[in-house]
């Protein structure tokens, strides 16, 4: 649907002259409250689309005093993101703090996934906290289906180098 106009005049605001589109007859007294000087506006026998309107206008004689704006380039569309992963839940997964096991490289690797904006030394209390809770067997059952989120995860997203 078009929208169509009215009325369709040019006012001066701050040294500007510009057109102005509108079906209502109190728009006058808006442009005078926000400090337009020189408004005229007519009445249009028709409505009219705003092309239409400045077509008018500039039958009239009216002008504009700014150039008329250049449409926008079209821009390549933007590749679709990655999902993210799901955050696997690290919270009762006891490792070896020392940073030398294979379990607490996995639990570090969990945590870079879960908080991507921590630092590493974030990162490694994090984990080092989480250590101090025992692991029984309905958390190893987590940290198992973590683990193989984690290895579809990668499958998908990490590219082979």
């Given amino acids: 649907m078009i929208k169509t106009f009215t009325r369709a005049g040019i006012s001066t605001n701050k040294g500007e002259s ?20 020189d408004i005229q506006f007519f ?36 590749a679709p993101k990655a999902p993210k992963a799901k955050a696997a839940d690290t919270s009762d997964v006891q490792v070896d703090a ?5 379990a607490f490289t996995k639990a570090l690797h969990l945590a870079r996934i879960n908080f991507p904006s921590h ?11 989480q250590n101090k809770l025992t692991l029984g067997p ?7 289906d973590a683990e193989e989120e984690l290895a579809a995860v990668e499958e998908e997203f990490v590219p082979d180098f």
């Fill in 119 to 129: 630092t590493e030394t974030q990162l490694r209390e994090y984990v080092e906290f």
């Fill in 18 to 37: 510009l057109f102005r589109f509108t079906t209502s007859a109190t728009r006058e007294k808006i442009l005078v409250d926000a400090g337009h000087t």
């Fill in 98 to 102: 020392s940073g030398d096991s294979a």
């Fill in 43 to 78: 009445e249009l026998d028709t409505p009219l689309s705003k092309p239409d309107a400045i077509a008018y206008l500039e039958a009239k004689g009216l002008k504009e005093d700014r150039i008329a704006k250049a449409a926008k380039p079209a821009t390549a569309p933007k």
């Fill in 138 to 144: 309905v958390a190893q059952a987590a940290v198992d």
